[in-house]
């Protein structure tokens, strides 16, 4: 089982990136055949539906020049990134850009695209407060890692919660002594990647550290995962809401919520006083979540093109906190906030394959309604 | 270069033809337009957004170029209102979540955007807060309910099934009450220290703002009242209140609102869009933290001054809507101050036709055991009792339903009042004021036997000028003399219909601690649903 997790992710990138250069290739070719009138004369737009994570990044004016130099103009919904796919009106978008490989497949699956193209990724992170460091630290949840940055330990945390541990009875708490339980936000797992990813880790941790890969195992772990979700009460269907509510609503609300790290390092890139008392810590395990565009035109294709060859357009998603295959503009940009971040994420795991993550979420959605 | 090459484009026709293909959104393209003359934009609100109508609405269009258009409505009446068909732009209340999770709306709401946020608190007379030591130690929600019940303060509160501040506060309580502040569960709901909390209820309304407005009126009613914290920031700066309140927070947390922009006609997505975007932008959520004490849900906005700069301890709102139906119907069924009424109801001539029917049509719906939400609710309930007075020329006998407390009673009572609300005929004149005197007088009398506490109210329901019996005047001099005394604090609630005197009955609502509602531009039974909220 460790192999597959050292190996599984490894992989993954390999694949992503063989995909990105022969498109890149294969579309650089054909941008030299054509010239520049006849692009604008094919100029179309390209209604995309997007997972809420995107829509700053999306709709930067940056992004629309290259887009327009390639006649393209694009028009943005949002939607949680696992309700694209059974959204009555997919057929009216040229181009899905949920976020996560699964949600991808599922959009592929019910569309019948088999254009899809794995763009930007992302780690899965914990949004949380510098005053509940000490605490954190003190239950053994949370290290630093050489005073860079943090580590969450995954497997600490889920024990703490399926306890059913109170912020009060933490040691030392006088930071945040509250009766909420010790919980992490996410999304909803029916409707947002997010949230699933967030399922497929503890699900990892609560299968003695292994990838769920089977029905039994999914069987086995499902019941010990619907607390995670059912506690939370409402939650909301779209990445962008859980983390609106971190930077609004403050510890309150969310003192742990799990996120793209990507939504962390837009905000800390898009403010030049970002709050001081935030800070982002990264889960040991955690998931790499791909964002994919989805063709379903061929129109969308050519967005997704663009999108996954075009230079400019990766230094864009880096401005927005993406990584890429080099995110060295991502790191100086971030260090530069003083902030540090982990050039490489070491601790990896794959997420339960697509047909065992859905019975997984069939299970809690089961647990939720009962 | 391009510009130029669209504007071509467009005038052969090619654009257009993108537009018509990918529809209304394509004003989000990166083109550069002329802003178009402002166009109307409908939304049907919460009636606590009235503040934004009022202070910021040309804002809004300066910057938008949309005029907004309000139609105001109560969260459980306008899921009705939405399922029954009635078309709006958007929706904005000032919470969403249980409306989204109700499958009349499923597939309804095309898009959402958070547009500010306040918290549902006590606010407690400084004194009062300072007696109980509240002002220094903020206290649980379990020490709240205790002091209630012991009878160490008042407040005032909406009703759940109507307003938005009540439900939270209900919700959050159950939640507080409950072993461990998780999100609501099933066995929360039989809490009997809910009730506890209830016992120190003395105030209720179907409107956070008109629960204000009557506490601004006369604070001394209850110690304090349950609203929006900017609500409760707005009374203090008024300057009209005897003594401030004290905000109180209780330490297992509250329920904030916050203020949800849904999209409803997917044909005006692009001016959504653009109004969302305005509506959460820095400067906007500057000002309209500024103007109404909300607080800003952009964290680049600047709160307004009087917002205390606090942790706000966040409870779970409930993830099932059957949950919350089931906490309601616990709620009126067996939690809350029961009421006792009169249904004062005008059988004029003038009443024939179309108005008699629809006279009874809104008292059978009242009777009737409807499954649909918000009539559901509105239906008279376990443990109330009911009275009706007929007038014409003569103020006629007064018939008494009472609920009684089994299932079997509650459906026996409602069998009785619709089999004397079917067969009424209109006919003769209109002796308001004398009709209106014998219901305060009986309301009154059984005030003072009564061994529980209660809410009395009287509904009137005419749809002419007082013609018999004692005139206008008669009635005040009665009400403000020493025979009128034993029934004040009994609020008359009358609703203008057809050639109702606006200016009397105004005058009955204001002179009693009522409200006035106008059926004249909603349908009756919708206004005597709305009432449903205040009794």
Redesign the interface.
């Known amino acids: 089982m460790n192999l597959r997790k050292a190996v599984g992710p490894a992989l993954a990138v390999v694949l992503l990136a063989g995909v990105g250069i022969a498109i890149r290739h294969s579309i650089r070719d054909k941008m030299d055949a054509d010239n520049a009138a006849r692009r604008?004369a094919n100029?179309?737009?390209v209604?995309v539906l997007t997972g809420s994570e995107k829509e700053k990044f999306l709709t930067d004016?940056e992004l629309?020049k290259v887009l327009?130099s390639e006649g393209i103009?694009?028009?943005?919904?949002?939607a949680g990134s696992r309700e694209i796919a059974t959204r009555?009106d997919l057929a009216?978008f040229d181009a899905a850009y949920p976020a996560g490989t699964h949600a991808a497949l599922k959009i592929a699956e019910t569309s019948g695209s088999k254009h899809v193209y794995p763009s930007f990724f992302t780690p899965m992170a914990v949004a949380s407060w510098k005053t509940l460091i000490p605490v954190l630290e003190k239950s053994g949840v949370v290290s630093s890692k050489n005073g860079s940055y943090f580590i969450i330990d995954m497997a600490k945390l889920v024990d703490i919660m399926k306890k059913?541990t109170?912020w009060k009875d933490l040691p030392d708490n006088t930071a945040y002594p509250?009766?909420?339980?010790v919980l992490v936000t996410s999304t909803d797992v029916r409707k947002s990647n997010s949230g699933a990813m967030y399922l497929g880790l503890a699900a990892y941790i609560a299968n003695g550290n292994n990838v769920v890969d089977t029905d039994a195992d999914a069987n086995k772990v499902a019941s010990s995962m619907v607390g995670l979700f059912?506690?939370?009460?409402?939650?909301e269907s779209s990445s962008a809401g859980p983390f609106?509510d971190y930077?609004?609503?403050?510890?309150?609300?969310?003192p742990l919520v799990m996120i793209y790290e990507q939504q962390f390092l837009e905000y800390v890139l898009s403010?030049d006083k970002p709050?001081p008392d935030m800070v982002l810590l990264y889960p040991a395990p955690t998931i790499l979540s791909k964002h994919t565009i989805v063709a379903l035109t061929d129109n969308g294709e050519r967005f997704a093109q663009v999108m996954t060859s075009n230079p400019k357009v990766s230094s864009i998603a880096q401005h927005y906190g993406f990584r890429t295959q080099d995110s060295s503009e991502l790191f100086a940009a971030v260090e530069a906030k003083g902030l540090g971040i982990p050039h490489t994420i070491v601790d990896v795991i794959d997420p339960p394959r697509y047909d065992i993550l859905e019975k997984l979420i069939g299970r809690v959605d089961a647990g939720?309604?009962r | 270069m391009n510009k130029s090459l669209i504007a071509v484009l467009a005038a052969t026709g090619i654009a257009t033809a993108i537009v018509t293909s990918c529809g209304p959104n394509s004003s989000n393209t990166f083109q550069n337009k002329p802003a178009p003359p402002p166009s109307s934009f409908s939304i049907l609100a919460g009636s606590e957004l009235k503040d934004i109508e009022g202070s910021l609405k040309e804002d809004i269009r300066a910057a938008t170029g949309l005029d907004l258009k309000f139609t105001y409505s109560g969260t459980l009446d306008a899921v009705d209102r939405i399922a029954a068909g009635e078309q709006f732009d958007a929706l904005w209340v000032s919470h969403g979540k249980y409306l989204a999770m109700n499958p009349a709306m499923k597939g309804r709401i095309l898009a959402q955007e958070k547009t500010m946020l306040s918290p549902v608190v006590l606010g407690l007379k400084a004194s009062k807060a300072h007696a109980l030591g509240w002002d220094t130690e903020e206290p649980t929600w379990k020490d709240i309910a205790d002091a209630a019940k012991a009878g160490k303060f008042t407040f005032g509160m909406t009703n759940p099934a109507s307003s938005n501040t009540g439900l939270t506060a209900t919700i959050g309580l159950a939640a507080a009450l409950a072993k461990n502040p998780d999100a609501l569960t099933e066995a929360d709901l039989k809490n009997p220290r809910l009730a506890d909390f209830f016992k120190g209820e003395s105030l209720t309304s179907g409107s956070s703002g008109w629960l204000a407005e009557s506490y601004e009126h006369d604070p001394s009613k209850v110690d304090g009242i349950i609203n929006y914290e900017s609500v409760l920031l707005s009374l203090n700066a008024g300057g009209k209140l005897p003594e401030p309140l004290t905000l109180v927070y209780p330490r297992e947390g509250i329920i904030t609102a916050d203020y949800p922009l849904m999209l409803l006609n997917d044909a005006r997505r692009a001016d959504y869009d653009k109004l969302a975007a305005y509506l959460r932008s820095a400067d906007f959520q500057t000002r309209m933290s500024a103007r109404t004490l909300r607080r800003p849900v952009n964290s680049d906005a600047v709160a307004a001054a009087a917002i205390p700069k606090r942790t706000l301890i966040e409870l779970p709102f409930p993830g099932q809507a059957s949950l919350i139906s089931a906490l309601l119907d616990t709620f009126l069924a067996d939690v809350r101050v029961p009421g006792s009424s009169r249904y004062v109801l005008d059988l004029s001539g003038s009443m024939r036709g179309d108005r008699i029917t629809a006279l009874k049509n809104s008292m059978l719906l009242l009777a009737s055991s409807p499954t649909q939400s918000s009539d559901r609710y509105a239906r008279f309930q376990n443990r109330e009792e009911v009275g009706i007075v007929t007038f014409s020329t003569e103020t006629g006998p007064t018939l008494i339903f009472p609920m009684g407390s089994t299932a079997a009673q509650n459906a026996k009572t409602r069998a009785d009042i619709t089999a004397f609300i079917d067969p009424l005929v209109a006919k003769g004149s209109t002796a308001i004021y004398s009709s209106v005197q014998r219901a305060l007088t009986e309301l009154s009398q059984e005030r003072s036997r009564g061994t529980e506490k209660r809410y009395y109210t009287v509904v009137l329901m005419t749809d002419g000028e007082n013609n018999r019996g004692l005139t206008r005047e008669e009635f005040e001099q009665w009400y403000s003399g020493s025979d009128g005394q034993s029934v004040h604090g009994i609020p008359v609630f009358p609703i203008l219909f057809g050639e109702g005197n606006e200016t009397d009955l105004r005058a009955l609502a204001d002179l009693t601690g009522g409200r006035m509602f106008d059926s004249r531009s909603n349908s009756l039974s919708s206004v005597f649903k709305e009432i449903r909220g205040y009794q």
């Open positions: 604008i100029r179309v737009t209604k004016p629309a327009d103009a694009i028009t943005v919904q949002k009555p009216s059913d109170r509250v009766g909420k339980a059912s506690k939370q009460g409402y939650q609106e930077t609004a609503m403050g510890i309150g609300k969310s403010h709050n939720l309604n």
